[in-house]
């Protein structure tokens, strides 16, 4: 049976986890906590609500390293996360 598999990096004000499981993937955005997943047989979508887990939107299909390195680079170029930019970003 296959484990998890966690990375997490930081960067500016950000704290990325990636989670790779045998059933699937996330990647959170701590402190905001956006939560992108391939979980519930969705396809790739995101949970953009931390107050409400079931406000999501799906979004184009990523692999979890495809996406993470958007997220990444989204933060860099930014010098922050902007939710609705990123949103835009990475909708269908």
Not at 3 to 24: A, D, E, M
Not at 26 to 49: A, K, P, Q, T
Request: aromatic residues 10%; charged residues 25%.
């Amino acid at each position: 049976m296959k484990r998890k598999n966690q990375t997490i990096i930081h960067l500016l004000n950000y704290s990325l986890y990636k989670v790779i499981t045998p059933n699937g993937w996330s990647i959170v955005i701590m402190d905001d906590n956006i939560l992108f997943d391939n979980y519930h047989e969705r396809g790739v979508h995101v949970h953009y609500n931390p107050h409400n887990h079931k406000d999501w939107i799906k979004i184009k299909e990523y692999s979890v390293d495809e996406l993470f390195l958007k997220i990444k680079t989204h933060i860099i170029n930014n010098g922050k996360l902007n939710l609705e930019k990123l949103l835009q970003e990475v909708r269908l």
